[in-house]
């Protein structure tokens, strides 16, 4: 470890120091490095890394309390909703206030590494959100749902799509899910990055769901169990931050599929997808985006085998951001299935 002490400033900047705390460079320059807040010490052989520190320090994600953790079904995986944890012991509503159903995601990087990653031209890949590792040929279809079939065996989820756009890991965990306000019991209807979908009779909207949906900000939903404690259904709106790398509604269309897939807050155990609609389409007058596909998870302690599961993502006119709505029912169930097209059919812009 490199010791600390005054060293010439890595920013560049004529006739100055910096101080390296043996950790970290600090925000004290001198011009006379002998003298000054701190004293000198001898430079050491290996000179710390020339990367100044950040303007403001990254904030790390905040856990919330067990007392407000919620009740989680699992979404279509775990003990609890992957992505969609269930209702609170007693069918409450919830609020605002109400505990994350799932840890989100932190991307807490130093700065050092930040720029050495720019540096190659890297982002953090979707592996990100499991702890793989990018490699360079020996992708596991697990992390990578558009590698290409192979003829022997394999351990991993599959993906019968050709698709050649991978995520990376700011699209996937760089949002800010949980809304800001919280939503009016009384309303009719849901509105998130844009969208407005109708309330069902029968499914919760409850903002505890919107933590494990790291893509997108402000995310929205309402929900009904399907297998209780393990499973449900969900309607969801909000918006997509171009900011993070999202070029083209039918590009953003598959990264949010993908990073669904990659999710175990969502669909732990994936096993596998299979497209059935992926089409240009109109929503309200705008421009859309639509990929429906079944998704598949190992998991011997369901029912069901996975959902039917919607992405539509459109130009709301934002320059900022998409528009995306998110829906699911499970795979087999006609009425469900049907209620999806239907929501769908319903989506409004504004």
Request: net charge negative; aromatic share 6%; hydrophobic share 30%.
């Amino acid at each position: 470890m490199t010791n600390a002490g005054w060293y010439p400033d890595p920013a560049g900047a004529p006739d100055t120091f910096r101080y390296w705390d043996g950790q970290a460079w600090s925000q004290m320059t001198t011009s006379q490095p002998s003298g000054g807040a701190a004293a000198a010490t001898p430079a050491p052989a290996t000179p710390p890394p020339a990367t100044p520190p950040p303007a403001t320090p990254p904030t790390p994600a905040t856990a919330l309390p067990p007392s407000q953790q919620p009740y989680q079904p699992q979404y279509q995986q775990q003990p609890q909703p992957t992505w969609n944890p269930t209702p609170p012991p007693g069918g409450g509503t919830g609020g605002i206030g109400g505990g994350s159903t799932g840890k989100t995601v932190g991307i807490v990087v130093a700065a050092v590494l930040v720029l050495a990653l720019l540096g190659v031209g890297g982002f953090f890949g979707i592996r990100a959100l499991s702890g793989d590792d990018d490699g360079d040929g020996g992708d596991k279809k697990a992390d990578d749902p558009t590698s290409q079939a192979t003829d022997g065996p394999t351990d991993g989820p599959t993906d019968e799509t050709s698709s050649t756009v991978r995520p990376s890991g700011i699209q996937c965990t760089g949002g800010k899910p949980e809304p800001t306000t919280a939503p009016d019991p009384k309303a009719t209807t849901l509105t998130g990055g844009g969208l407005t979908i109708p309330k069902l009779d029968g499914y919760t909207t409850d903002v505890r769901q919107s933590p494990a949906h790291t893509y997108a900000d402000g995310f929205i939903s309402q929900y009904v169990e399907v297998v209780p404690q393990k499973w449900i259904g969900l309607y969801g709106v909000g918006a997509i931050p171009r900011a993070n790398g999202f070029e083209g509604i039918d590009t953003t269309a598959e990264i949010i599929m993908q990073c669904l897939t990659t999710n175990d807050q969502i669909y732990k155990g994936f096993k596998d997808r299979k497209d059935l609609k992926n089409e240009e389409i109109t929503v309200d007058g705008k421009p859309a985006h639509r990929i429906t596909s079944e998704l598949r998870v190992d998991d011997s302690t369901l029912p069901i085998e996975g959902d039917v599961t919607t992405v539509v993502i459109v130009d709301t006119g934002d320059p900022a951001s998409y528009g995306v709505f998110v829906g699911v029912a499970p795979i087999g169930d006609t009425a469900r299935i049907a209620q999806e097209e239907q929501v769908i059919g319903e989506i409004s812009v504004g």
